[in-house]
């Protein structure tokens, strides 16, 4: 790789680095290439990105991206989105999957996290699930009060006969 290259790809993983939430690094090591994009569809699908970068330019990006405190051994893959839960979710489903696969460590809003808490992220509720339960606990009170209405009409009409 030249050197031109090397510099196209520290510059475009700290730009990355920096507008993410969430960076889980990962153990790929054993995994095929064919489960390798899978695992890039599955993160394309939660609006998160995937690249496997040598150890020393990942090390610069995520010093340039104010993001310090991982030592990177071995092959890792990079995984990073704005969305936490999203990010962690399709990183989890995929080990699950793919028993050669392993998070190894994160960084969730700029703190350093292990997969443990990558996995409590991947078991809350994303988004669309939250505002499904808050429009659901914003319309409990209409719906049993139009079923109150109904109660008292029925209870009126019984009267009037």
């Known amino acids: 790789m030249t050197k031109e290259k090397k510099n196209e790809v520290v510059e475009y993983l700290s730009n990355e680095f920096k507008n993410s939430s969430t960076i889980v690094v990962c153990d790929y090591k054993g995994l095929s290439v064919s489960a390798l994009e899978g695992l890039r569809k599955s993160a394309r699908e939660n609006d998160s990105n995937v690249q496997v970068a040598k150890n020393t330019l990942a090390s610069i990006a995520l010093k340039n991206a104010d993001l310090e405190g991982i030592e990177l051994k ?73 079923v109150g209405l109904g109660a008292l009409r029925d209870k009126k009409q019984e009267e009037s006969e």
Do not use: C, H, Y
């Open 74 to 146: 071995d092959m890792n893959v990079f995984v990073w989105g704005s969305d936490a839960i999203n990010t962690s979710k399709s990183v989890s489903k995929f080990a699950e999957q793919n028993k050669t696969f392993s998070i190894k460590s994160a960084f969730i809003d700029g703190e350093i996290s292990d997969a443990a808490k990558v996995e409590a992220f991947a078991k809350l509720p994303n988004r669309e699930e939250l505002l499904g339960m808050l429009l659901s606990v914003w319309q409990a009170p209409v719906r049993n009060f139009t």
